[in-house]
């Protein structure tokens, strides 16, 4: 069997052979405890996990011990919403979200209703864009927090996150992000990005699934949801993943130095898709603003084909709509839909998403993959 090319990116990423190698040695030789502290085995692996902290605390501008290591971003977005709400209950009941956010941070909100928040779900703009001023009319008194992705991952759509929680800040209110896509692609200096937790996963910067991380700022009151053995500061009790958390220092290590160089190169690729594909093609919008985007990231409605056939046939490339992170959904992608797309445009819309590992020759392939398909299935509806 040959394999299609991979350009699902944003669904996860192949473990980067380096961070392998760097990994290994924690599964076999070096398999302690972190947390024994009576011999070499558990200092060993103590001392790895600290070098990871302070790596991954060194791509996002963060200090080492604001860093609790989770089993990715799924449960740092439940510890941090849960969490602040528990510790802040005094304070107020009242969320603020996006409806475009990833399902993690929908239903982990819609689980808090259950428990007496109250949620804004706010309605981006047709580019997928949502303004200060949106969030500025949504505050009431009771405003605790704040939660807003800094990326989509479905259409890279990257929100102005800084004026955002610089104004919540002025406020007092939390603010938690969901930075699973941009961290290892973006630039992140959290000294100056003013949010009080932000969520990230190895397994979308070439660590292996299973590991992630919260960054909670100094002094932010917060609840642990997972009690046990006091890990983590006692903020997420549990044996520490020594060698998934190896594996993500390294990563972070190896996206700080390449993170720069590799933008560029990435987002290259992608235009060079997104302008072959519109220029053989009629009828292609990019979903989502074009001036605030991943690098790697390219939404495309095809208008008049049926998004079923469409993904079917697409059988050289791996791609995804937008319910792919949804497991078992064939609903159109929610993401998409808040934008205002209709149902038939969001089934028709198809992620690409680069990587480290995408060459151009994989990108002339998938244009003319994609322009072959997608002229066959026209014509055949035409007819
Ligand atoms: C992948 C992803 C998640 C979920 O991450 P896991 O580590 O797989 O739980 C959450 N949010 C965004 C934006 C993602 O891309």
Redesign the pocket.
């Known amino acids: 069997m040959t394999y299609p090319i991979y350009l699902d990116y944003?669904?996860t990423t192949p473990v980067d052979q380096r961070v392998l190698d760097a990994m290994l040695p924690y599964l076999t030789m070096h398999f302690g405890n972190a947390a024994s502290r009576t011999h070499v085995f558990g200092l060993k692996a103590e001392e790895a996990v600290a070098q990871a902290r302070r790596q991954v605390a060194a791509l996002i501008g963060a200090l080492p011990n604001e860093l609790v290591f989770t089993s990715?971003?799924?449960?740092s977005?439940n510890l941090a919403l849960k969490g602040a709400f528990e510790a802040n209950s005094h304070r107020g009941n009242h969320i603020i979200t996006v409806a475009t956010e990833?399902k993690?941070?929908l239903d982990t909100c819609l689980h808090l209703e259950q428990l007496g928040a109250e949620v804004t779900y706010l309605t981006p703009d047709s580019e997928g864009l949502v303004s200060p001023e949106q969030i500025e009319t949504a505050l009431r008194p009771g405003t605790l927090l704040i939660s807003m992705?800094l990326a989509?991952?479905e259409t890279g759509v990257i929100q102005p996150l800084t004026e955002i929680a610089a104004l919540a800040r002025q406020r007092n209110i939390l603010v938690h992000t969901?930075a699973?896509?941009a961290v290892g692609k973006l630039p992140i200096d959290l000294a100056r990005l003013p949010v009080d937790f932000l969520?990230f996963?190895g397994?979308?910067f070439y660590a292996p699934?299973g590991i992630?991380g919260l960054f909670v700022r100094q002094k932010t009151p917060l609840i642990a949801q997972q009690d046990g053995g006091r890990h983590e500061r006692a903020r997420r009790s549990g044996t520490l993943n020594v060698p998934g958390i190896v594996a993500m220092g390294k990563a972070a290590e190896l996206a700080q130095t390449q993170l720069a160089e590799e933008a560029v190169r990435v987002a290259r690729l992608r235009d060079r898709l997104e302008s072959g594909l519109t220029a053989r093609l009629s009828d292609v919008q990019v979903n989502g603003t074009r001036a605030h985007r991943l690098p790697n990231t390219s939404n495309l409605a095809f208008a008049n084909v049926d998004g079923e056939a469409l993904l079917m046939s697409l059988n050289e490339i791996a791609v995804s709509n937008g319910s792919a992170?949804t497991a078992a959904s064939t609903d159109p992608s929610h993401v998409l839909k808040a934008m205002g797309l209709s149902d038939e445009l969001a089934y028709s819309s198809v992620r690409f998403s680069l990587g480290r590992f995408t060459a151009d020759a994989d990108i002339d392939q998938a244009i003319s993959h994609v322009v072959t398909v997608v002229d066959r299935l026209r014509t055949y509806q035409s007819i």
Do not use: R, Y
């Open positions: 944003n669904a990715g971003a799924t449960e977005i990833h993690a941070g992705m989509n991952n969901d699973t896509q969520s996963s397994h979308k699934k992630g992170c």
